[in-house]
């Protein structure tokens, strides 16, 4: 009997301390709401080569050449076929290849359903180091994303090319550049740049929802993302169109406006944080609030102090 006592709590014990370690009830409880809310994507045409479907998860890019298709993002495994209805909608021309902006489930999940078919994934390379391990994302800006782990994507919808700060894909007549500008939404964030037709998929470095998320988790930095603001704004003329990783198509203006109202918040917390001001006394110097939420700006700020700590 005490052999088997034993015997029981090896095999209890770690199926416990793995369930902490990889708890995905907060990613199933997504896909399950993925599963039951989207219905469709949005068609926005942008040009004759150029699309955004918008639906579950971030914005996905499609750019479509004599013979092919490209993606950008691909959202959710699990809406998979009303992602290709709605591009089925606008071509019947194969995929050739899909660049993920980064590693998020929103953006990447449907790796899980691509990869498989054998169409070749392209990412920044710790984008795909991140896919390989489950990752826990960092709760402390919005509080729905705490206790969020992501489980780790299998071997056939891992990215296939990676690059480490710049890569150069031609298709067609059509050069697309994949920038990495170091840590900022992630570590491993892709600003991926259609030259000819004058549009960039800016992935979740640059958002329109308000304060963006950040993954401190996972590489992320807030100076990183204001600092590749300003990089992005470089790449710009005033006939760019953005693609943002959610939100509505934007022009340089939104992004000078969005690194301003970050680079004002993030310099008079750090001059707060040195006088000893209170957290809510550093909100209250800082006029903007984003999304109309101060918790959101005060979890900012807590978020930045965390974050030069680490410095
Ligand atoms: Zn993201």
Redesign the pocket.
Known sequence: MKNQIVSLLIVIVPIIAFSQKSDLSQYNNTINKVKEEVTYFKIEKINAQFYMLVGGG?NVGVFINDKEVVLIDNSYEIIEDILMASLREITDKPIKFIINT?F?H??SDGNRAFGKQGIPIVSHQNAKKRMMEDAELYGGIYSFIKDFVQPKYNDASLPVFTYESKMTLTQGDEEIELYNFGKA??DGDSVVVFKNNNIIHT??AFVRYGYP?V?LNNGGSIKGLIDLLGMLELLCDENTILIP?HGDLSRKEDVTSLKNTLNDLYVKTVIGLKKGLSYSEISDSIEETLNGDTSVKLNYIKSIELELSRN
Do not use: A, E, Q
């Open positions: 971030g980064h998020h929103d953006h939404h992630t992935g979740d998320y993954d990783g």
